[in-house]
């Protein structure tokens, strides 16, 4: 349980108190701050096991690290999440490097003709209703699902505000959901 006098201070507070080896307020920040890490790192993995993993392992790093946090570079919760994101970003990577490995190992199985056809198929449906967006909204929608950037980093790409690329993937999803509809794809 988090410190009722620690629980008052802030968040660049903690970080001093911590960067001077103060448990207590690295048990603050961590209540403060756990839950939210953790949503994050299950967004990226979608695993609650390297979730929390993540978030420990953030909180690991601020214990180790917190006398180097330079306030001018932004606030603790921004310095927090960097690391989370940093971290699932690594942890994909190397999610993807096992399996490449693995993928490697195992002989390719042979696809049927018939289900080659279908994906053929499928795939064209797909990409003739891509075509039909309005081209800002499939290039912002293509970063989104395509490239591993945030809606925020997707928007200094672009150079828009953070509302436009979130409005022109839910705009070119209903897009695409309604020229889909009824389609067997």
Known sequence: MADPIQSELSDHELIGK????????LRTLNARYARML???AWRFLRSEEDA???AA???WQVWREAGNFNPSRGT???WLITIARSRCLDRLRAIKARSKTMAADDPEPVPEPAAQLERGRRSQVVRT???GLQRSERDTLE?????ELSQTEIAARLGVPLGTVKTRIRSALTRMRQALAGRDV
């Open 52 to 54: 929390e993993e993540i």
């Open 18 to 25: 911590i960067a001077a080896r103060d448990t207590a307020a």
């Open 129 to 131: 209703v891509l075509a």
């Open 143 to 147: 970063l989104a699902y395509f490239s």
């Open 38 to 40: 953790t949503a994050l």
């Open 76 to 78: 603790p919760a921004v």
């Open 57 to 59: 392992d953030v909180l």
